[in-house]
């Protein structure tokens, strides 16, 4: 199993940004759940998940394949994201 990749993750309805560690193997549709979830929870309303929640690169700025990996799209230690 390869360790965790550490990346960060901004969530523009939000306005904050927050550092999570993911596995490489983790698909981005189970990422995406994870990060509703908890952006959720952490957000106090701010953020409303639904079922068009999109997982974006910030530097490519293209929208991530739902069902390639972490290690598919090429996310590295540093990557930066936007959950929409």
Same mark, same amino acid.
């Given at each position: ?7 960060? @993750? ?8 927050? $550092? %999570?560690?993911?596995?490489? +193997?983790?698909?981005?549709? +189970?990422?995406? +759940?994870?990060?509703?979830? %908890?952006?959720? $929870?952490?957000? /106090? ?6 079922? +068009?929640?999109?997982?974006? $690169?910030?530097? =490519?700025?293209? %929208?991530? /394949?739902?069902?390639?990996? @972490? =290690? ?13």
């Amino acid at each position: 199993m390869n360790s965790k990749i550490l990346v960060e @993750v901004f969530v523009p309805a939000a306005g904050k940004s927050y $550092d %999570v560690k993911i596995c490489p +193997e983790s698909k981005i549709y +189970e990422l995406i +759940e994870m990060l509703k979830q %908890v952006v959720g $929870d952490l957000d /106090q309303g701010y953020y409303i998940p639904n079922s +068009e929640t999109v997982l974006c $690169d910030k530097s =490519a700025g293209t %929208v991530m /394949q739902l069902n390639a990996t @972490v =290690a598919e799209h090429g996310l590295y230690n540093g990557s930066k994201l936007i959950l929409i």
